[in-house]
């Protein structure tokens, strides 16, 4: 049961009931996973633990089953109780959010992948500030929409939208540095690439923390507001 | 009517045959348009059409539209219908596949934004021989895809499977090609990892193509091929 979210437990169907709940604690188990695989990895590449590395590839197993399994109760609870209103909203955003955590593992596994190879070679590349700091950022992100899907809170959702204007331009930023180190010692063109990798999937995590936090607006609000800018979305939500 | 998916016409609610057979041309519709956005977000950096570059950037606003009209279209269906079997997977096929003809949208609208870039600064970069060939193999993959998706053949769709795999290989050589032109000559790093930027792109797209066959397969024969190497897949189809 959870107290915060009064979708899981309003319908006179028991089963129904017990149904949406087992889904939502399956995709919150997912999604905590996918916020600890992202974590790891950067962890991987910063501390270069090649062992953490390969465990991050390896859990990535892990992340796709759930998926799968996800997709599986989202297509039974369709077919079987026809949900409806927010019921149905909820059900939907989930299997979009599914993909979103699926993705984000996705990435999480290619800058493992990426920070095994780094270990491999040793030493340390520059570059690395500045994924600390925009992989703690990204982190905050998945946490903030995780808790908003769970909380049904629009106000969360738009704290993660506002974020992640904020990492796209650190992201900018942080390329054009890489760009200029890459410039001043062309030897090292090869492993500051490397780090540019990194800081690209990081800002896709970004991306998808967004992506979910739009689904979270969807399914409370039930307007989407995919291709919409924040200043309009806040002035939607405040009406 | 479209007289090769038999899903289409086979209710008892000629509402139902007209709701889902109106789905499938607006997919089918945003999928013509998608196709054509990367080619021409292609032919704008071969070419160096500035023109044509702002004119793809500018057309991403319609594909957006068309993903927001059809998750519509399904959320209506899926209230109103209650989809059952091939047709429900139809419809959560739909609403997966939706997801990444937008996204190859996004990757044609930021190929279209290096084009205009790179012709505002003129000349032109190496790497181009490798974007006119993987750009034009994952076109061909788009295509194909939907044509499976369109006619609910799932041998077409394995050949988008197997044609991944082949982008994947091209895309590391090209890459490998790339890096080794930068440290030749670290005064074009900028305008080379643009092109870099490219080919990521093209490679992202050929993985949405395969995600949009992988459905085909999800649709007719009722199981996920999601994370299952094509040689899994090859005998789970034909058992």
């Not at 049961?1 to 309003?10: E, K, T």
């Not at 998926?67 to 026809?82: F, G, Q, S, V």
């Not at 991306?207 to 979305?233: C, L, P, W």
Request: charged content about 25%; hydrophobic content about 40%; aromatic content about 4%.
């Amino acid at each position: 049961m959870n107290p915060n979210n009064p979708v899981l437990n309003h319908h006179i169907s028991s089963q129904f009931n017990e149904d949406l709940q087992a889904l939502n604690t399956k995709f919150m188990t997912m999604g905590g996973l996918v916020e600890q695989q992202v974590a790891n990895a950067i962890r991987a590449l910063l501390d270069t633990d090649a062992t953490m590395a390969i465990d991050v590839q390896f859990q990535d197993n892990t992340v796709n089953r759930y998926e799968t399994e996800i997709d599986e109760a989202i297509t039974l609870i369709l077919a079987r109780r026809h949900p409806a209103a927010i019921d149905l909203r909820m059900v939907i955003a989930m299997s979009k959010a599914n993909t979103d955590l699926e993705r984000i593992g996705d990435e999480a596994a290619k800058i493992a992948r990426i920070a095994q190879g780094l270990c491999e070679e040793g030493g340390s590349p520059r570059g690395y500030m500045e994924t600390r700091h925009i992989g703690n950022q990204v982190r905050v992100m998945i946490h903030d929409a995780l808790d908003a899907f769970a909380r049904l809170d629009v106000d969360q959702a738009l704290k993660v939208l506002l974020a992640d204007a904020d990492i796209d331009r650190e992201y900018q930023s942080a390329t054009r540095t890489l760009m200029t180190y890459m410039m001043e010692d062309p030897r090292h063109i090869s492993r500051v690439i490397n780090v540019m990798w990194v800081l690209r999937s990081l800002e896709r995590i970004g991306d998808h923390a967004r992506n979910i936090s739009e689904q979270v607006i969807y399914m409370v609000k039930g307007f989407d507001v995919r291709h919409t800018s924040v200043e309009e979305i806040e002035q939607k939500v405040q009406r």
